[in-house]
């Protein structure tokens, strides 16, 4: 399954941004579907994970109560709405892939490019 990620950009602190994420290839509903983030200096943290069905979602302690995954298996797309947004949520985010519901990044196989969100305070 081929990933790609967008909707990244330049938002001031407490805004909001919807981050979307277009599967192709083999059906993107047979797959674990993971956002993660990375920011400079740091390593890759998992935000949120939903499951094939979307009734099973992680969220990271981090984001609880501002972010929400969400998935449209019909369109083989996911999104993470990202509200009241804070500086230290500045990162490249990625949407990733895996036939298993973990929220671990090394057990992930499949990757999209990433797109930057970048909170001015």
């Known amino acids: 399954v081929q990933l790609q990620a967008s909707g990244g950009g330049l938002v001031q602190a407490g805004g909001s941004l919807r981050l979307s994420c277009a599967a192709s290839g083999r059906t993107s509903s047979t797959y674990v579907m993971g956002w993660f983030r990375q920011a400079p200096g740091k390593e890759r943290e998992v935000v949120g994970v939903i499951s094939q069905s979307g009734a099973g979602i992680y969220y990271a302690r981090s984001v609880k109560g501002r972010f929400t995954i969400s998935r449209d298996n019909a369109k083989n797309m996911v999104y993470l709405q990202m509200t009241s947004l804070k500086p230290e949520d500045t990162a490249v985010y990625y949407c990733?892939?895996?036939?298993?519901?973990?929220?671990?990044?090394?057990?992930?196989?499949?990757w999209g490019q990433g797109t930057l969100v970048t909170v001015s305070s």
């Open positions: 990733a892939a895996d036939p298993r519901f973990t929220v671990s990044k090394d057990e992930y196989d499949y």
